[in-house]
C-alpha cells in the first residue's frame, strides 16, 4: 500500500459501544486512517466526538448527507475512500444506500438492514455500483474460527452431521438495562427482532462460514421475558441443512450472568470441533479414536494462511478487536487493490451475507409466530 | 441400622457395564451386601458372573423367576431383601412386576419401562404393594446438583426463564459400536427411541428434579444419522413448562469425540447456574451484580444437607459411583426403616419419574414424526 | 482369585478421615473383606466403629497387640490375611514390626514412619519375614499418572530436564484448624516436619514414580507461618536429580482457600506433561511441534495396560477412591498369588519407596536448617 | 488533549515482535502517532520499516544520534515528544542517556539496561532531567492484575503470607530457535542472563508491584540445558520478603510446549488469588470460609478506576496488546500534563522499577554460583 486508507465515519457517537469498536479495529494495524465524521444525530455531540478523535472541524459533519456531499467534492487525495456505518439497524440502508450513490465504498455494521427487502436492494445496489461492501461480522475473523473452517473443508471431521450455535448474553435480563438497550428492544429501530436480530445472526453467519453449509429449514420458538418489551429476548431454533445435518442456535439476552458466551460445535462422522468465543484461542479438536487435542493460534499445526491473521505469538492473548481488524485490515486491501487497480479476492463478509441473514431473521420470526412446524429458507 | 441390606441382582453379567456400576455402588459405603443374582440369561454366564463376585453356588440362579421364587422360600434372616434390574429396557417391566409380587423391593435401571402404558401399570403395582422401588437416575444424587437444586428452591435465580439440558456421546457415531450398541439401537429391545430413550430421560429427569418444574409441551426432532438403524441417534427437543419458563433437551449419541458429555444450565431472572457432569464438583453461580461464584463439593457456601452426601474433604475428587452410591445407599435406609418400622422420607426418585419420562420420550417420538409444532406432555 | 482377601485394621476410628478412605477404596473392587479391627486406643470408640462396620463383636480388638496375637490363633480359613496401619505417623513403625512379627502382610498409610532410622528398621524386617508391605501413596494409582510414567518411559519427552510438583492446601491457614490437624503439626505424633512429611512425601514419591529419576539434592527453605506451631506449614525445595535435570516441590497447608491442590509437571528436550489431582482425569501433553494433546481417562491414545486400573467408560468421573483402590485391589491379588504360590509382580509402593520418602523429609528439615546450599540425600 | 502525542522510535525494525507491539499498544487508543524512527542499525531496513508504516522520508533516519540531533531542531509544533527504545538490551543505556540529554522523554523496553550500575546512572540522569521515564512492565497493566493488587491492598487476603509466580515458556528447547533467539543467549546483546533478565524480571516486577511488598533475599538456582549456551535457559528462586513473606519465582525459556504461561498466586491469612496471563480476563479469589470467586474483567465486584482501563464490555476478550496499551496510554497522558503544565500522578512503571529489577537479576545470578544459601538484594 502507498498511503493509508481514508475512513469516513456514520454514528458511533458519545456512549456508542461498537463505534469505539470500529475506530480501535480500523487503528490497529496502522493501514487505515480516520479522516472524517457525522457521528451524531445531534450535531452538537458529533463535534464533541471529532473533538475527541482530534478531527480537523472541517471534517465533522452534522448528518451523512452532508458528509458524502462535500467528502465527494473534496479532491481524490483527501476524501475518504470508504465510510462506515455504526447506527442503530433501522438507517443502515438509507446510509448504504447513499454513500454507494455517491462512489463510496461501506463497511457497515451487522444487522444489514430492516428486512430482507432492504438486503436485496441493497444487494442490487451494491452489483450495480461494483463498489466494495463489508459486514462486520467480526467473530468469522477469529484466527481459530479460520482454522475450523480450513480443518472441516480439508474433511478432518468427516461428515458434517450436527452444528449447535448458542449465544447467551445477561445484560438485557432486567428491564431497565441502559440506553444502549433502549433501540435494542424498540421495533421502529431494531426490526422484527431483537434477540434473533442482533446475536442469532452471529450465530447464524458463523455457522454457514464455518461449514460452507446452507440452512434450508427452521423451527423456532422465541420468547419474551421482560414484561413490556415487544421483541424477542430469547430464542431457540432448530435447523435442517442443504447437506442434510441438523443442528440448532440458542440465543438469549436474559441469560443472568452471561457475558458474551458465544459457543459453537460442529460434529461430523469422524471428528468434532469446539470453540468458545470468550476462549478464542483454544480451538477443540475431538474424536473416537484420538486423544483431544486442542489447536491454539499461532501454535504447531495451524493451517496455512492463518498465519496472517494474527500479531502475537502464542501465549500473549489476542482478542476481540483483533479478529475485527482481521475485518478491516482486509478490506482496506481491497480498497488499495481498487485503487491501484490490482485484483484481490475479498476475505471479509459481503453484502451477500447480508442478504443471507435477514431471510434468516425473517424466516425465524414468521415460524415462531406459526403452528407449522418447519419453514423453508428464502433462497 | 443393625446389618447390611441383602441385594439379589436381574442381570449385569459378563460384559455389562451398568451392573458393573450398580454392584460397586451398592458396595461402596459397606451398607449393602450382595447375596444373589440371576445375571444373564445364560445359566453358565451366570454361574461364572456369581464366582468372580465369590457368591455361593446356591445363590446363583438360571433366571429371575426360579430367583424370586427360591428366595422367597428362604428364612427372613438369608433371603435378599431387594432387587436390583440391570437387564435391557424391555425387560424391566416383567421383572419388576414379578419382584413387587413376590414382595421385593425394587431397585431399577432407567428408563423405567418399555413404553408409558408398561410404566403407569408399574406405577399402579408398587403403589399397590406398597413396596420400595427406586429409579437409578444417579446423576440427580450429585451434591453439587443437589446444591444446585437447594439454591433454586431458595430463590438465589428468581424466577427461573430459562433451561437447558445437553447430551453428547460420540459412542454410536460408527455403525459398528460393539456388543453394548446393540440392543440399544434394536426396537425390540429398547423401545420406540435409542437416543432420547437413553440419555433424553437423564435430562428430562435432571431438569424436572433440579427445577421443580414440569414440562407441559414439546417440538422435537429426531434424527438417525447412521445409515440401518431404525431408531433415533440423535435429536432436539424444545420445551415449555409450568411457569412459563422455556428451553431445550438436545442429545446425541453419534457425537465423535464426545466421552459423557451432560451439561445443564438455568436462567432465571436474578442469576444462573451451569453445571457439568464430567466436572462434577463445580457448580457456577453467574448474576449481572456479582463475580462469579464456583461452588464446590464439600467446601464453604455448601447448602444444609449436601455434607451427607459426599466421603471425603473438597479436592478429592469424587465422581459417578460416589454420586449413584448416593442413591444405593439412600435407598438402603429406607429398607433398613422399612424392617424396622420407623418413618423415612426417600430422597430417591421412584416409579413416579419413571412415568413422567416414559411419557416425556412417547411424546417426543410423537411430535418428532409428526407436522404439528408443539405435543403437549400427558399428565 | 478363589476367596475375598480378609483385611483388619488398626486406626481409623471415629472422626478419621483417612480410616473411611482405606475402607471404602478396600470395599470398591469387592476383593477383599474387613474381617476385624483396633480402630482406636479407646476400646469404646473401637466398638462403636466396629458395630458401624457390621463386624462380629468378637472380631473387635483393644489393641493392636491383642488383635495380632487373637487373629493369629484362629484358624486359617478365618483369621485375616493382612492388616492395614491408619493411625498417626509415630506408631506405625511398633505397629508394622510386631504385625510382620505376627506373619501377617501389612498396608501403610504413608509416610511410612518417624524416622529414616525407623523406616530402615522396618526395611530390613519387611526383607528378612518376606511378607508383603504396601505403602498407599495412592496419587500413583491415578491411571493418567501411570499414562505419564510410561508416556515418559517410552521417550516421549525426550531427555526429562525440569520436573515441578506443587501441593497446595488451606486447611491450616488458620491456628485453629481443628481436631484432624492437632496431631499433624505435632512433633510427638507427626514427626520432624509437618507439612513437608504430610504432602511433601507425596510430591516427592510422585515425582520419582513417573520420571523414574532419583532425586539426588536439595535446597530447602521452611515456614511456620502460624504462630504458636513448632513443625513447617509451608515449604520450597529446589532439587537435582540423577540425570541433570533440576526443578522444586512446592507444598504449603497454609494456602488459604486451595482445597487439595496438588499438580505436577515434566519438561523434556520434546515435550512435557501436566496433571491436576483436582482434574485426575486429563493428562496434557504440549509440544513445540505438535498441537496441545490431552490424554483422557479410558479415551484413546492410552498406553497398554492403564485400562485395567479403570471401572468405567470416560467421561464417568472416577476420583481419590478409584485410585486409592488401585492400590488395595493389587495388593490383594499379590496376597492371592501368595495363598496360592504364584508368581506376582506388584504394582503399589513398598517399604523402599518408604526409605526414600524418610531420606527426603529428614535432609529437606536438616538443610533448611543450615546456612549450605545444597544437601545431598542419603542413598 | 489538544493532540495526539507524537512518538519515535529506536529499534524494531523489519522483524523484531516486540517492536510491532510497541506500535500497535501506541495506536490502540488513538492518542499517540508515530512520527519518525531509527528502526534499524541498517538504514536500508530503517527506510524499508518506514515506508511500511507510511512514515515520511525526512522522518526515518540512519541512526538514533542523528535521530535526536534533528528531531530536536524542528519545530516544537512538529518534533517528537517521546522516543520509545525496543532495541536489544545493550543499547537501551546509551540510547536513553542520550534521549534524555536531548531533553526527549523514554519509553523504554525490560530489563532496563545492561547492568544494575547503568540502571543506577540512568536514574539519576532521569532525576536531573526531570523528564519522564516509562518501562513497558506490560503485564502489571491487565485490568485483573490491577484488580489483585487493589484487592490486596484493601486487606482482602488478610496478611500475604506467599507469592509465587512462574514463568514457563518452550521457545528455547532447541538449540537453534531462529534469529530473534540469538541475540536473548548473547551475554554481549542480553546481559548476564537470558531467561532470568528477559522473563524473571517480568516476575519480580508483578509481585512487588501487586503486593507492595519487596524482595529481600534471594537463594537461586539457575541452569542452561541447552548445550553451547553460555546463559541461563532455566532457574528456580526462593524469595524472602520484608514483611517476612515467603516464596518463589520459577522461570524457564525450555519448558517445552509452553506459550507464554506465566502465573502468579498469592497467598494470605484470609484468602488468595491467582492469575494466569493466557487467561488474562479471570481472577480467581479463594478462601477457606467462601465458594470460589472469578472476578472477570468489566464485570461485577470490579475495584474503582479498574473500568478506565478496558475498552470493550466483559465477554469481548481484550488481551496483551490492550495491557501493553494502558501503558501507552497513561504515559500519553502525562506527557500531555507536562505540555499543559498540569500535575498528573503516572500509572506506569518507572526507572525506580528498573533498578529494582536489575538489582534482582544480578543478585540472582551471583547467588546461583555460590554455594551460601541466601543472598540480600541491595537497596
Not at 211 to 230: P, Q, Y
Not at 288 to 305: D, F, H, K, L
Not at 332 to 354: C, H, I, Q, S
Amino acid at each position: 500500500m502507498k498511503r493509508k486508507i481514508r475512513m469516513g465515519m456514520v454514528g458511533g457517537g458519545p456512549g456508542s459501544f461498537i463505534g469505539g469498536v470500529h475506530r480501535a479495529a480500523a487503528r490497529l494495524d496502522g493501514q487505515i486512517e480516520l479522516v472524517c465524521g457525522a457521528f451524531s444525530q445531534d450535531p452538537a455531540k458529533s463535534k464533541a466526538m471529532a473533538a475527541e478523535l482530534f478531527l480537523p472541524k472541517a471534517r465533522c459533519y452534522d448528518n451523512y448527507a452532508q458528509m458524502f456531499a462535500r467528502e465527494r467534492a473534496l479532491p481524490a487525495g483527501e476524501r475518504m475512500d470508504f465510510v462506515t456505518i455504526a447506527t442503530p439497524n433501522v438507517t443502515h440502508f438509507p446510509i448504504a444506500m447513499q454513500a454507494l450513490d455517491c462512489g463510496f465504498h461501506v463497511v457497515c455494521d451487522k444487522p444489514i438492514t430492516f428486512s430482507l427487502a432492504e438486503a436485496r436492494k441493497l444487494r442490487d445496489k451494491v452489483r450495480k455500483t461494483r463498489l466494495l461492501f463489508c459486514l462486520t461480522h467480526n467473530y468469522s475473523a477469529y484466527p481459530m474460527i479460520r482454522q475450523a473452517k480450513a480443518l472441516i473443508a480439508k474433511g478432518k471431521l468427516g461428515k458434517v452431521r450436527k452444528i449447535v450455535a448458542e449465544y447467551d448474553l445477561g445484560w438485557l435480563a432486567a428491564a431497565n438495562a441502559g440506553k444502549q438497550a433502549v433501540w435494542r428492544v424498540d421495533p421502529k429501530r431494531s426490526g422484527v427482532s431483537a434477540c434473533v436480530g442482533d446475536i442469532g445472526t452471529h450465530a447464524e453467519h458463523l455457522i454457514e462460514f464455518v461449514t460452507g453449509l446452507k440452512i434450508t429449514e427452521v423451527c423456532a420458538d422465541l420468547s419474551t421475558f421482560v414484561i413490556g418489551r415487544s421483541l424477542d429476548d430469547d430464542g431457540t431454533v432448530m435447523l435442517r441443512f442443504n447437506n442434510g445435518a441438523r443442528g440448532f442456535i440458542a440465543v438469549s439476552e436474559v441469560a443472568s450472568g452471561e457475558e458474551n458466551q458465544f459457543k459453537i460445535r460442529i460434529y461430523g462422522s469422524e471428528g468434532s470441533l469446539e470453540w468458545h468465543q470468550m476462549n478464542p484461542e483454544n480451538l477443540i479438536y475431538r474424536s473416537n479414536t484420538q486423544a483431544m487435542r486442542i489447536y491454539r493460534r499461532s501454535w504447531a499445526e495451524q493451517e496455512p494462511g492463518i498465519a496472517a491473521l494474527t500479531r502475537l505469538p502464542a501465549g500473549h492473548p489476542e482478542g476481540f478487536i483483533e479478529a475485527f481488524a482481521n475485518i478491516y485490515t482486509n478490506f482496506a486491501k481491497a480498497v488499495d487493490a481498487r485503487l491501484e487497480r490490482k485484483a484481490f479476492k475479498p476475505d471479509y463478509p459481503t453484502v451477500d451475507e447480508g442478504v443471507r441473514e435477514m431471510a434468516f431473521v425473517e424466516t425465524v420470526v414468521k415460524n415462531s409466530r406459526g403452528s407449522r412446524k418447519w419453514s423453508k429458507l428464502p433462497a
